[in-house]
């Protein structure tokens, strides 16, 4: 990523719904700012800007996933911080919050900084989840004020859930002194036990065993609770159900301090899925009904769920190509998140404005990072995206480093085809 | 039978994909080998060349037996492997194992294994035809077969008769075969036991669901028990297996609600005393042995029928 001389974004259709814009405008880049943001021909400024036209083009606030897997340190045979950011990028992500359910898991300040060591000259910008628990064995707390210093903007035990209700609670109390959120992944491990897909008619015709929606929906109690009753945020990771969406709105009617995110395969993909015994259709939480997706739909439309984060989860043929019971969880979701939530968009599930709020504007607001927004001033993350560009997504374009999606093979429309990130550009396939 | 059906199934993985006329084809076709194993002589040339490979992750004796009888019985060449799903998780993977048995070009893989869908997995990945002996907790389509042949061969028929499955419907991969199998040819298919046992949904398989036993076994045909696998109680599915055989085993008294002509089926091997008693194990309207016989010809008419696919 070479410095650039500045860059001119002609023709594009601003959408910035955090200044109340959407028309077309021309976009002045420099320095890693956004200098100026003007009607299309008038701006002349820096004669030396690469000038790229976009006509055709959404210019959007840089995207941000708050939940990625990257699997460094640890599992580089599935996924490096730079291939990860490399498919970040290629997705139109300018930045990503990493997980802490690395190895060794990132509970300390050692492993923060290590992270982000690495992410210099990466693809994309890394923001870093420490883990709630130490070594995530949720038995005690991390010693998240250390890592706070070192640069973690959240945290979370994902994957590994916080079964203890008093942990839950010190943490959502403790992470206030550093005012960091917490992340929850709702999951009562006692009941999903070793179920591996959704319970119901299909695990029992398939003989798999089930994780009855309660698992998640209990937790989602719980945590909503401890956050009204601590008075501190929680974030609930991935919510699948139609349930756990009716928690989560009654929460808010009463302003509760909730926010909450879903993943593109909730709200694009059901149970059936699973048939045949597809292990890239194997997560956690598991692909649910067709009612939950339509509650799920519903949801993002009214504000009950503020971000759609992707959860990629890259995992080699190693732990996919086995029986379905024993094959790891989670699917990989950087480079298809753009395309499945723009057939909301076609849906008429939201607009433009409400897509660019799910995927920029909320999760900055929520991670109290930069970006959300292309304000004259702040930095220079945009991410550009052909919303009628069609392509089939095969296993050779797949860019992450395991190829676990669900979603190959199937032909999708609209993608980021320019992402810029601090006034560099990272990806274009313009 | 319509003139113009053709069985064309290169995979015997559930009887879920089989239709009416497959099964009564696979039956009509077992009913015609069944004569063999009843000569002095019981053997035929009709699978002479063939190589068939019976892969077992599972401890298993009387389904890779009869499997093996009824291979050799048509003169086909058999091999067991008993592996073990440890020794999997050691090095090779079950894709990599088939795909070095199909190198060496089997006609047939007869799979056991304790992950529900590993049948499916290898005919994703190698194209040797596939007969599934049973796979976690999905299906074990030969024993559903077998059951069949025997209810239509006692009772004449099988459509309108009412069977009764009792027990650990949830673990059973043989009553998810049944349950499947005896809807699609028409008969009432009741399941009761402890309500830990019943999987969610098993009414959209085609069982009627009954909270109680009597309600389940009062006119039935066919009552079939289900083995209790003390093996798989990690849940704390039963309180104990003295309460179990007091509320839900067969007992005589129990069996006196059936119909008079009723018979009993048990898939074994019985615990006996827990789900049914030795009276009723052993007494005239059992037909656990029949059940055995009708194995080996089932399991023949299969072979033969895959093979003719391939
Ligand atoms: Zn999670």
């Known amino acids: 990523m070479a410095a650039t001389q500045g860059i001119l974004l002609k023709n594009g259709r601003i959408i910035d719904p955090a200044n109340g814009i959407d028309m077309a405008a021309d976009v002045l880049i420099e320095n890693g700012k956004i200098v100026s943001v003007t009607e299309p021909g008038k701006l002349s400024g820096n004669a030396n800007a690469q000038q790229i036209d976009v006509a055709g083009c959404w210019v959007v606030p840089g995207l941000i996933d708050m939940h990625v897997h990257l699997r460094e340190p640890g599992e580089e045979y599935k996924e490096t911080i730079l291939s990860g950011t490399r498919a970040a990028s290629a997705g139109g992500f300018t930045a990503v919050a990493c997980m802490p359910n690395t190895d060794p898991v990132n509970d300390c300040s050692v492993v923060t900084r290590m992270i982000l060591e690495k992410s210099h000259g990466a693809y994309a910008r890394v923001y870093p989840v420490g883990t709630i628990s130490k070594s995530g064995k949720g038995e005690a707390?991390?010693?998240?004020?250390?890592?706070?210093?070192?640069?973690?903007?959240?945290?979370?035990?994902?994957?590994?859930?916080?079964?203890?209700?008093?942990?839950?609670?010190?943490?959502?109390?403790?992470?206030?002194?550093?005012?960091?959120?917490?992340?929850?992944?709702?999951?009562?491990?006692?009941?999903?036990?070793?179920?591996?897909?959704?319970?119901?008619?299909?695990?029992?015709?398939?003989?798999?065993?089930?994780?009855?929606?309660?698992?998640?929906?209990?937790?989602?109690?719980?945590?909503?609770?401890?956050?009204?009753?601590?008075?501190?945020?929680?974030?609930?990771?991935?919510?699948?159900?139609?349930?756990?969406?009716?928690?989560?709105?009654?929460?808010?009617?009463?302003?509760?301090?909730?926010?909450?995110?879903?993943?593109p395969h909730y709200f694009s993909l059901t149970e059936k899925a699973v048939e045949g015994y597809n292990?890239?259709?194997?997560?956690?939480?598991?692909?649910?009904?067709?009612?939950?997706?339509?509650?799920?739909?519903?949801?993002?439309?009214?504000?009950?769920?503020?971000?759609?984060?992707?959860?990629?989860?890259?995992?080699?043929?190693?732990?996919?190509?086995?029986?379905?019971?024993?094959?790891?969880?989670?699917?990989?979701?950087?480079?298809?998140?753009?395309?499945?939530?723009?057939?909301?968009?076609?849906?008429?599930?939201?607009?433009?404005?409400?897509?660019?709020?799910?995927?920029?504007?909320?999760?900055?607001?929520?991670?109290?990072?930069?970006?959300?927004?292309?304000?004259?001033?702040?930095?220079?993350?945009?991410?550009?995206?052909?919303?009628?560009?069609?392509?089939?997504?095969?296993?050779?374009?797949?860019?992450?480093?395991?190829?676990?999606s669900p979603f190959l093979g199937r032909q999708l429309k609209g993608m980021a085809v320019l992402t810029i990130v601090g006034g560099d550009i990272t990806f274009s396939s313009l | 039978m319509k003139t113009e059906y053709k069985f064309d199934h290169k995979h015997i993985l559930g009887i879920a994909q089989l239709s009416y006329d497959d099964i009564e084809y696979i039956l009509h076709t077992a009913e015609s080998f069944k004569e063999i194993s009843s000569r002095s002589i019981k053997k035929v040339p009709t699978l002479r060349g063939k190589t068939i490979i019976n892969l077992f992750f599972e401890p298993s004796t009387r389904t890779r037996l009869s499997f093996e009888i009824a291979a050799k019985r048509m003169s086909a060449d058999t091999f067991n492997i008993s592996a073990s799903t440890s020794s999997a998780v050691k090095g090779e993977t079950l894709v990599d194992t088939a795909k070095n048995l199909q190198a060496m070009n089997p006609d047939v893989i007869i799979i056991r294994h304790s992950s529900s869908g590993a049948?499916?997995?290898?005919?994703?990945?190698?194209?040797?035809?596939?007969?599934?002996?049973?796979?976690?907790?999905?299906?074990?389509?030969?024993?559903?077969?077998?059951?069949?042949?025997?209810?239509?061969?006692?009772?004449?028929?099988?459509?309108?008769?009412?069977?009764?499955?009792?027990?650990?419907?949830?673990?059973?991969?043989?009553?998810?075969?049944?349950?499947?199998?005896?809807?699609?040819?028409?008969?009432?298919?009741?399941?009761?036991?402890?309500?830990?046992?019943?999987?969610?949904?098993?009414?959209?398989?085609?069982?009627?669901?009954?909270?109680?036993?009597?309600?389940?076994?009062?006119?039935?045909?066919?009552?079939?028990?289900?083995?209790?696998?003390?093996?798989?109680?990690?849940?704390?599915?039963?309180?104990?297996?003295?309460?179990?055989?007091?509320?839900?085993?067969?007992?005589?008294?129990?069996?006196?609600?059936?119909?008079?002509?009723?018979?009993?089926?048990?898939?074994?091997?019985?615990?006996?005393?827990?789900?049914?008693?030795?009276?009723?194990?052993?007494?005239?309207?059992?037909?656990?042995?029949?059940?055995?016989?009708?194995?080996?010809?089932?399991?023949?008419?299969?072979?033969?029928?895959?093979?003719?696919?391939?």
């Open chain 1, 279 to 404: 292990t890239n259709a194997k997560m956690n939480p598991p692909l649910r009904t067709e009612e939950d997706v339509a509650s799920i739909k519903e949801a993002l439309a009214d504000g009950t769920l503020d971000v759609i984060a992707t959860d990629h989860a890259p995992h080699s043929t190693l732990e996919k190509e086995v029986e379905f019971d024993v094959a790891a969880n989670g699917i990989i979701g950087l480079e298809t998140a753009v395309p499945l939530t723009l057939n909301l968009v076609r849906e008429g599930v939201f607009d433009e404005a409400k897509m660019v709020e799910l995927l920029s504007v909320n999760p900055a607001k929520i991670l109290k990072v930069d970006g959300g927004s292309i304000s004259e001033g702040s930095i220079a993350d945009i991410t550009v995206i052909n919303p009628e560009k069609e392509f089939q997504y095969t296993i050779d374009k797949v860019v992450s480093k395991s190829k676990n």
């Open chain 1, 141 to 263: 707390l991390a010693e998240i004020g250390d890592m706070k210093s070192a640069g973690i903007v959240a945290i979370s035990d994902d994957g590994r859930p916080v079964s203890d209700s008093q942990l839950m609670r010190r943490a959502l109390e403790y992470s206030g002194n550093f005012d960091l959120p917490v992340i929850c992944h709702s999951e009562d491990m006692y009941l999903s036990r070793t179920g591996v897909m959704n319970e119901g008619a299909l695990s029992t015709k398939l003989g798999l065993k089930g994780i009855p929606s309660a698992a998640e929906e209990i937790m989602v109690y719980r945590d909503i609770k401890l956050a009204e009753y601590t008075g501190r945020p929680v974030h609930i990771a991935h919510a699948s159900t139609r349930e756990s969406i009716n928690l989560i709105r009654s929460a808010k009617e009463k302003g509760s301090p909730v926010t909450a995110e879903t993943a």
């Open chain 2, 119 to 310: 049948p499916t997995l290898l005919t994703d990945h190698i194209y040797t035809s596939i007969i599934n002996a049973g796979d976690g907790t999905h299906e074990h389509p030969s024993q559903g077969l077998l059951d069949l042949m025997t209810v239509k061969e006692k009772k004449g028929k099988i459509e309108g008769l009412k069977v009764s499955i009792i027990g650990d419907i949830g673990h059973s991969r043989v009553a998810h075969s049944n349950i499947i199998g005896f809807s699609k040819m028409g008969a009432h298919v009741s399941v009761s036991g402890p309500a830990t046992f019943m999987p969610v949904g098993i009414d959209k398989l085609g069982a009627k669901v009954c909270d109680s036993m009597q309600e389940a076994i009062s006119d039935a045909d066919v009552v079939m028990p289900l083995r209790i696998q003390k093996e798989r109680q990690k849940d704390p599915l039963i309180p104990s297996f003295r309460e179990y055989a007091s509320h839900f085993g067969i007992t005589e008294n129990m069996f006196e609600l059936a119909k008079p002509d009723a018979m009993v089926m048990h898939p074994g091997p019985i615990n006996r005393g827990v789900e049914l008693t030795p009276e009723i194990a052993d007494g005239a309207r059992s037909v656990i042995l029949d059940q055995v016989a009708n194995g080996v010809a089932v399991r023949m008419a299969l072979l033969y029928l895959v093979i003719g696919n391939s």
